[in-house]
C-alpha cells in the first residue's frame, strides 16, 4: 500500500464517523445511522436505475438477503417465540449493506476530490481512538460522553462501568472495538512499508481497543504474526528486527500507559489470564469449561436444522444464556440460517478478493469477522465491523462498474 494524505472534507469525516460508529446521543434517542437509513433509502427510490447497477454484481448476496428474512420470521412464529425483533434487524442489516454504502458513494464520496478510501477511515479510526484516550485519562471527559450518550438496557449499564467503556460509539463492548483493532492491524501493515506516523495510529487504536472490546486484538495479533513470518520467508533479517522490536515497542508503550490505570489494566489481566487457561493450562478442563458452557445446540434434529425461534443470548439463566455467535445463529434459525449467513459472508470476501489488490487486509478482515462472530451476532449485527466491511465491498464494485470517478482505494 502507498497510502497518501487525502484531502477528505471535515464534512465527509463526520458522515462516516457517524455512519460506522453511530453513537446514540440520550436526546433524541436514536443514533444518525436511522436519518441515513431513511435518506439512503429515499435516494434508492428516487434513482432506482442507480441502486440496480450495483446490486447487478450484488444478486446472490441480496437472494440470500431476501431468502433468511421471511425464513426467520416464519420459524420464529412457528415456534411462538417472542424474538420477533430479529426481522427488523436483519431488514435493518439489509439497508446497512446496500443502501447506504452505495448512498455515500454516489452522494459524497466520489466528489471529493482527493479521496483516498483506507486513508480516510484510518483518520476517522484515529479520531474515535482519540476519544477513547482521552475520556481515559481525563475523568470528566468521560463523564460528559457518558452522560451525553444512550445507557444500555438492563441491570449494569456502561455508564457504571470503571473499567471499560470508552469512547462516542455504539457497541463500544463488541463492533466498536472490532473495528478498532482491524485498523490498528492496517497500520501495522502501513508502518511495515515506512508510514512512520502511522505508528501514532496503532498505538491509540490498540489502546483503544484494550479498554473496550479486547477480543479486538485479535486482527493485530495476526498481522504482527504475518509479518514476522514474511520475513522469516523472506530472509529479511533486518526487516524482521525492525518489526519485532518496532511492534513490541508499540505494544510495550501501550502496557505502561494501562499501567498507571488499575481499574483497566485489572479488566485486561483478567483476559489473558483466560486465554492463558484456554490454551496452556495443565488443566485444560478447567480452562474451557466456561467456553464448553455456552457453546450449545438444540436437542432436536428439526430445531438443529431449522432452529427455535429463539436465541439464548441475554437470558435470565446464565447457566442456559449463551452470547456465542453461531449457538444463537442454530438456535434462531438453524442450520440453515447460520449456514446462510456464513455463506453471504464467503461470497462477499471472494468477490472482495476478485476485485482487491490488498489480499492479506481483506483476509485477515474475513478471518477476524468469523472470529468476532463467535462473540456475538456479528454477522449481521456487528455494527460497525459489518458497515465498513460493506462500504469498503461497494467501493470496490463502483470501481469496477465506473469508467470515471474512480475512487482511490489506499
Given amino acids: 500500500m502507498s497510502l497518501t494524505r487525502s484531502r477528505t472534507s471535515i464534512l465527509l469525516i463526520i458522515v462516516l464517523y457517524l455512519f460506522i460508529y453511530n453513537p446514540i446521543p440520550r436526546w433524541p434517542g436514536v443514533g444518525f445511522g436511522l436519518f441515513l437509513t431513511i435518506l439512503a433509502f429515499i435516494y434508492s427510490l428516487v434513482r432506482f436505475d442507480v441502486y440496480k447497477r450495483y446490486t447487478r454484481y450484488y444478486s446472490e448476496e441480496l437472494k440470500l438477503s431476501l431468502f433468511m428474512i421471511p425464513y426467520v ?37 466520489v466528489k471529493q476530490k482527493g479521496f483516498i478510501f483506507w486513508d480516510a477511515i484510518l483518520l476517522v479510526g484515529f479520531i474515535a481512538s482519540l476519544f477513547s484516550c482521552v475520556a481515559l485519562f481525563v475523568p470528566s471527559f468521560n463523564d460528559f460522553l457518558r452522560a451525553i450518550q444512550l445507557e444500555l438496557e438492563g441491570g449494569e449499564t456502561e455508564n457504571q462501568l470503571d473499567f471499560r467503556f470508552y469512547g462516542l460509539a455504539i457497541n463500544l463492548s463488541s463492533g466498536y472495538g472490532y473495528v478498532q483493532g482491524l485498523l490498528a492491524s492496517l497500520s501495522l501493515l502501513l508502518l511495515d512499508r ?34 514476522i513470518g514474511k520475513s522469516i520467508v523472506k530472509f529479511k533479517i533486518g526487516q524482521f528486527i525492525k518489526v519485532l522490536i518496532g511492534s513490541f515497542a508499540a505494544i510495550y508503550l501501550v502496557v505502561l500507559i494501562i499501567n498507571l490505570l488499575p481499574n483497566v489494566k485489572e479488566f485486561i489481566d483478567d483476559f489473558f489470564d483466560q486465554l492463558f487457561m484456554m490454551f496452556l493450562a495443565e488443566d485444560s478442563n478447567l480452562g474451557n469449561s466456561a467456553y464448553v458452557d455456552r457453546f450449545k445446540l438444540p436437542g432436536t434434529i428439526d430445531g438443529l436444522i431449522f432452529g427455535e425461534g429463539y436465541s439464548l443470548y441475554g437470558l435470565d439463566d446464565k447457566w442456559e444464556a449463551s452470547d456465542i455467535g453461531f449457538v444463537n445463529q442454530i438456535f434462531t434459525g438453524g442450520l440453515v440460517f447460520a449456514g446462510s449467513l456464513l455463506l453471504y459472508e464467503i461470497i ?14 481483506s483476509t485477515i478482515f474475513f478471518l477476524s469477522m468469523l472470529v468476532f462472530n463467535y462473540k456475538g451476532m456479528n454477522f449481521y449485527a456487528g455494527g460497525a465491523y459489518i458497515k465498513l466491511y460493506m462500504l469498503y465491498y461497494f467501493v470496490l464494485v463502483h470501481n469496477q462498474i465506473s469508467v470515471k470517478n474512480k475512487i482511490a482505494i489506499t
Avoid: D, Q
Fill in 348 to 361: 462477499v470476501y471472494m468477490k472482495i478478493m476478485k476485485r482487491s489488490k490488498e489480499y492479506v487486509f
Fill in 73 to 109: 420470521l416464519v420459524i420464529i412464529l412457528l415456534n411462538g417465540e417472542s424474538y420477533i425483533h430479529v426481522v427488523p434487524e436483519l431488514v435493518s442489516w439489509i439497508l446497512f449493506s446496500t443502501c447506504i454504502p452505495v448512498f455515500l458513494i454516489r452522494v459524497l464520496i
Fill in 194 to 227: 515506512r508510514h512512520l506516523r502511522y505508528a501514532v495510529y496503532f498505538i491509540t487504536l490498540t489502546l483503544s481497543v484494550l479498554v473496550n472490546a479486547r477480543t479486538g486484538i485479535f486482527p493485530i495479533v495476526i498481522t504482527v504474526i504475518y509479518l
